[in-house]
């Protein structure tokens, strides 16, 4: 899979389809992410002894993998993904613009 959290993604199929976020988790044996503000869900939760009231929560549910595609701020669209050799580290480089996905983020 070629998307890693902290990856800026858009949806391309389904429900969301043209939203853009960011990957919040990579659940890799599924092959599905979790993206910020795609496919909320509604999930009711019962009163408990940590959670006394209970109540109705909005969250974040996963979506498959296929139905994202990294976006590529330089070229304001989706992009596939290619590696390269970069001073001897293997990279990924966005297709389109040749922007460089895994700089060191902060």
Same mark, same amino acid.
């Given at each position: 899979?070629?998307?890693?959290?902290g990856?800026k993604?858009?949806v391309?199929a389904?429900?969301?389809k043209?939203?853009q976020g960011?990957?919040l988790q990579?659940?890799?044996? +599924?092959n599905?992410v979790?993206? +910020?503000?795609?496919?909320?869900? /509604?999930?009711?939760?019962?009163?408990?002894?940590?959670?006394?009231?209970?109540?109705i929560v909005t969250k974040?549910?996963?979506i498959?993998a296929?139905? !994202?595609a990294?976006?590529d701020?330089?070229a304001?669209t989706?992009?596939? !993904?290619?590696?390269?050799f970069?001073d001897?580290?293997?990279?990924r480089? /966005?297709?389109?613009s040749? /922007?460089?996905?895994?700089?060191?983020k902060?």
């Amino acid at each position: 899979m070629k998307i890693r959290v902290g990856d800026k993604v858009q949806v391309i199929a389904g429900k969301d389809k043209g939203k853009q976020g960011e990957v919040l988790q990579v659940l890799r044996k +599924e092959n599905r992410v979790i993206v +910020e503000g795609v496919n909320i869900v /509604t999930k009711h939760i019962k009163p408990s002894q940590i959670d006394p009231e209970g109540g109705i929560v909005t969250k974040e549910a996963p979506i498959h993998a296929s139905n !994202v595609a990294i976006y590529d701020s330089k070229a304001k669209t989706v992009s596939k !993904v290619k590696y390269e050799f970069v001073d001897g580290k293997k990279v990924r480089v /966005t297709k389109k613009s040749g /922007t460089n996905l895994d700089k060191k983020k902060k």
